[in-house]
């Protein structure tokens, strides 16, 4: 990480992803958007067994919507809807189990459910900060293969279900670490010098904004939108595990 780089994440930081921070954006939030009817409309969430993903999930069942909650661990999964179902009423929360790291495992999801569900919304949430270099079964390093090939693969896969259906959306949530890396194409996967998990993550985070470089389709396409990631202001497990108090 560069100094200025540093520099910038520190102080952007300080005014935006404290919980100062937050509660200065809260003052111009209009309540009248957030009163609205979902019902009807499906709602794809990866990670939603807690933090962010969880928060979703629980506000969109609140309004009546239909969750489905893609999530690796089933037992979190299965305790986060039972929460969600007894706090909404909404008993149309349901589970899927997908590891994200396993493009094998996000393709066969992704063409079963488009076979037999609507999708409205996908909300790209799921993310993994490992810490030590590991390869997936399939010989991909854990982060990428989380963090930027499953989200790649998910999205590319359920975008011909969502421009069936009215007013669709694409929601990736990003993060402020993507400021302290640049994005290197030549080593996405960390193969070369040392190995460091949180910076894995950031560029993970850096390469989700940079759709043309990934593929993805452009911000022009009115499926695509990101939102950044305030995540220290929720049960998140995985900042907990290895970011400082």
């Not at 488009?114 to 810490?131: E, F, K, P, R, Y």
């Not at 590319?156 to 279900?161: D, E, G």
Request: glycine residues 8%; proline residues 3%; contains cysteine.
């Amino acid at each position: 990480m560069s100094f200025y780089r540093n520099a910038v994440w520190f102080v952007k930081g300080l005014q935006e992803y404290t919980k100062s921070g937050y509660e200065a954006a809260a003052k111009h939030f209009a309540p009248a958007d957030l009163d609205v009817n979902l019902t009807g409309r499906s709602f794809v969430i990866t990670g939603a067994n807690s933090g962010i993903g969880k928060a979703t999930a629980q506000e969109i069942a609140n309004r009546g919507g239909i969750v489905h909650m893609v999530c690796r661990n089933k037992g979190r999964a299965e305790a986060a809807k039972d929460d969600i179902v007894a706090r909404s009423k909404n008993q149309n929360v349901h589970v899927h189990i997908v590891d994200m790291s396993s493009a094998r495992q996000v393709w066969e999801f992704a063409q079963n459910f488009s076979q037999n569900n609507t999708v409205h919304v996908l909300i790209n949430n799921a993310g993994c900060m490992v810490n030590q270099r590991e390869l997936t079964e399939e010989g991909v390093e854990k982060n990428f293969a989380t963090n930027t090939l499953g989200t790649y693969i998910l999205t590319t896969a359920l975008i011909p279900a969502l421009k069936k259906v009215e007013d669709p959306r694409v929601v990736t949530v990003s993060s402020g670490g993507m400021l302290t890396q640049k994005l290197n194409v030549d080593d996405l996967q960390f193969e070369s010098g040392q190995f460091d998990g949180t910076m894995a993550y950031a560029q993970n985070k850096t390469t989700g904004d940079s759709d043309r470089e990934m593929g993805f389709p452009t911000q022009r396409d009115p499926l695509l939108l990101h939102a950044p990631r305030l995540g220290r202001h929720t049960s998140c497990p995985v900042v907990h595990a290895v970011l400082p108090r």
